[in-house]
């Protein structure tokens, strides 16, 4: 087993309860990744990492494994960085011919198979070591952050002089919740940047075309997934799945 997708799903959840297990156009969140795991032509095996007996049963009545969670690594404080370790020791354990990781988040639907193919190939070029999907910010630019102040007044997260016009500003990315794709021994050196420290120092990244990253952790998150699976989701596979093989590219 070359490439593994190891997908996070614990119970006991604290902003909605059971939020990996809520229905989202009559299926449970969890299974939008499972099975967009399943249906990657790159992936060799799926794992769901979970301490729950609902989600384990749901990802086996899928045809998944389970990585039994240990109860440190289950409650509201727990790192997701030693969740993620804990996952790649067990696969890489009974799988020591793994090389390259795809860790999903069990509460999100915005995921596809074409998406996964694309990260597992961009890193089979050798010329990352991790890749993260990623959205790119103007209105939501850390320019524009604000804070309270102490009296309690919005004032610039920053402190620091910036024009009004979003154009004018440097990029900004931000993680969208989808993929964290790496090499196994990344999950290890923890040498990524913060605060995904599993992924590489060699990080690429794939840019999704809108502002997506909607996880459920709130109520809205669920509407914003009924858009995603109903509005979106037949094109997100456009643009994942053509990158060039190493021969192309030194042709």
């Not at 969140?29 to 399943?38: F, M, T």
């Amino acid at each position: 087993m070359k490439n593994a997708v190891i997908i996070t799903a614990k119970g006991g959840n604290t902003s909605i309860p059971n939020k990996n297990c809520l229905p989202v156009l009559g299926v449970p969140v969890v299974l939008y990744p499972i099975r967009a795991a399943l249906s990657s032509s790159s992936t060799e095996g799926v794992f769901v990492s979970t301490e729950d007996a609902y989600i384990r049963s749901l990802a086996e009545s899928e045809g998944v494994k389970v990585i039994t969670r240990p109860p440190e690594l289950a409650q509201p404080g727990s790192e997701h960085k030693d969740v993620i370790l804990h996952a790649v020791n067990e696969v890489k354990t009974a799988h020591p011919e793994l090389e390259n990781v795809c860790v999903l988040l069990g509460n999100t639907v915005q995921i596809t198979a074409g998406l996964i193919d694309k990260a597992f190939a961009m890193l089979e070029t050798g010329d990352c070591d991790s890749v993260v999907t990623v959205w790119k910010a103007q209105d939501d630019h850390p320019y524009r952050a604000l804070r309270f102040s102490d009296e309690g007044y919005v004032e610039s997260f920053l402190g620091m002089d910036c024009g009004s016009n979003r154009q004018s500003y440097p990029p900004a990315y931000y993680y969208d919740q989808g993929i964290w794709a790496f090499q196994w021994e990344c999950a290890k050196k923890q040498e990524g940047p913060n605060p995904w420290v599993w992924l590489g120092k060699r990080c690429a990244a794939i840019e999704r075309p809108w502002v997506t990253g909607r996880d459920v952790h709130g109520w809205i998150d669920l509407s914003a997934s009924v858009w995603y699976l109903t509005g979106i989701q037949a094109i997100d596979h456009i643009g994942y799945s053509d990158l060039p093989s190493a021969e192309d590219k030194e042709n």
